[in-house]
């Protein structure tokens, strides 16, 4: 293609294969315009928009530096758009760990003890497909395929669908884990308690997914619009406050259904069997949406391999929550804030291997993958100042999280310095962890042509709720040993 543009705001251009022609060059020239003004395209048109390409024919351009229209960030403003929402998240998290700390009492959660392994991966699934939705979009708009209404509208309605159908599919395996760690744990199994976790699972995902997605879109469209980069707003408030919704939804879903299902048998069986004939309906609009169609022939494995992961989490908290008091209200947070800071994390660092590399083709710093921590963490890549930012944020979050938690659960401040000691160890650990096996994830993903967008998060919030149960775990017992237990007054 060769294009000129001319100072009095005319366009001209033709597709051509050879060098301009020395009639054209004349003719151009000779004429009274003013002289062409050349651009160097160094993004393609058929990602970016229409752009002006070079006079003559372009030189090859550097696959690395195709898309180098990265955007540096200065640090206060990176932190500043991180901890608005980070904090305002953290609520979310404080309220999923009061409201589990509440209905851990009520007679389904004893009846149906199942619930809790149900919630944990749950959790991460709703947080999973709702992250990878923002990080997606967000990309998206950072490239500027999100510009006209049409774009827009497609890009919509195709990943609103998407998360419909993975929430129907996996909630449903979610349920089947939980009922088969119950079989293996309780050495029984009770049909009405079987649908009764896939009902209200099914309904919880669905729900509050949908009603989530379109506030995510709002969030990123009304953030570019502002020039704030969408991935440092987006993931975090799709993770928490999207915790306190599903597990009330969850809880008072349960409760209802528990109420009915040994009067009203058809209830359960009817409602997923409605779910059954609609999911048909949200597969046919998805594969109508080219942005969506390859996701969901692709975007399963880690979907899935998530959930067994998160499972094993909740086998965590469905073991120890017994056992020491108060770890509800703490398990929800030290998960929800490691997954809010890592899903920023690989979300930024997704954008800028779309923004400066093609996929497939990794920058230099990141020729070798397994770099060490310090690299990583400190100095040594250009992600590494968002992660000092990270840990730096992660420690007053925690601190300040844990002592509002305590005290609206009790009613008076029951943290001591041995629990604010530990629990601040092991918090900060967890982020550390997550933040390098980001690096280490979403660099692999990209060097296997696989888009960390639809990948990365899954296995990363997952890990996060693993490694934040299984850690708090090791400081409650770490806690005890010592005798310095956690010791909470009874909840107000």
């Not at 996701?295 to 998530?306: D, F, R």
């Amino acid at each position: 293609m060769v294009a000129t543009e001319f100072a009095g705001g005319k366009q001209g251009g033709y597709e051509t294969d050879n060098p301009v022609s020395p009639d054209l060059e004349a003719a151009i020239d000779g004429g009274p315009q003013l002289p062409p003004v050349v651009f160097a395209a160094q993004i393609p048109p058929e990602s970016y928009g229409s752009m002006v390409a070079i006079v003559p024919p372009d030189p090859p351009a550097d696959p690395l530096h195709l898309h180098n229209n990265h955007k540096h960030e200065r640090s206060w403003s990176t932190a500043l758009q991180v901890a608005v929402p980070f904090f305002i998240a953290g609520a979310g998290t404080i309220g999923a760990g009061l409201m589990l700390g509440k209905v851990e009492h009520w007679p389904v959660f004893k009846e149906v003890s199942e619930l809790f392994i149900l919630v944990p991966a749950l959790l991460g699934l709703k947080g999973n497909l709702d992250m990878c939705l923002a990080s997606r979009l967000s990309t998206q708009v950072n490239l500027g395929n999100m510009v006209s209404a049409k774009d827009i509208w497609s890009q919509v309605v195709g990943n609103v669908a998407l998360v419909q159908v993975q929430s129907i599919v996996a909630a449903f395996l979610v349920a089947i884990f939980a009922v088969t760690i119950g079989i293996v744990m309780n050495g029984s199994f009770e049909w009405k308690h079987g649908l009764l976790l896939a009902a209200a699972g099914i309904i919880t995902a669905t729900a509050s997914c949908f009603v989530l997605d379109f506030v995510m879109i709002a969030v990123i469209l009304v953030t570019h619009r502002l020039r704030i980069n969408p991935d440092n707003i987006a993931t975090p408030l799709a993770a928490s406050f999207g915790d306190v919704v599903s597990i009330t939804v969850l809880a008072n879903v349960a409760n209802f259904l528990y109420a009915y299902h040994d009067s009203l048998h058809f209830v359960t069986p009817s409602i997923l069997g409605g779910y059954v004939l609609l999911l048909p309906f949200w597969i046919f609009v998805v594969i109508k949406q080219k942005h969506t169609k390859q996701v969901l022939m692709t975007g399963w494995t880690p979907v899935l391999s998530a959930l067994f992961i998160s499972g094993l989490g909740g086998l965590v908290l469905g073991t120890v929550a017994s056992t020491f008091p108060g770890f509800v209200v703490f398990q929800p947070i030290i998960n929800g804030i490691g997954g809010n800071l890592v899903s920023v994390q690989a979300s930024r660092i997704s954008t800028f291997l779309h923004q400066t590399s093609l996929l497939g083709q990794l920058p230099e710093y990141a020729a070798k993958i397994c770099i060490s921590p310090f690299s990583v963490l400190i100095c040594g890549t250009p992600q590494a100042k968002i992660s000092r930012i990270l840990l730096a944020m992660a420690v007053p979050g925690h601190i300040v999280f844990a002592i509002v938690a305590d005290y609206i659960y009790s009613g008076k401040s029951t943290v001591t310095e041995a629990f604010m000691a530990s629990y601040l160890f092991v918090s900060i650990l967890q982020v550390a962890l997550l933040l390098y096996c980001a690096h280490l994830l979403v660099h692999l993903m990209w060097r296997w042509k696989i888009d960390p967008d639809n990948s990365t998060i899954p296995y990363l919030t997952a890990l996060g709720d693993l490694l934040g149960s299984s850690l708090l775990a090791l400081a409650f017992l770490f806690l005890h040993s010592i005798n310095r237990d956690y010791k909470t007054a009874d909840p107000v």
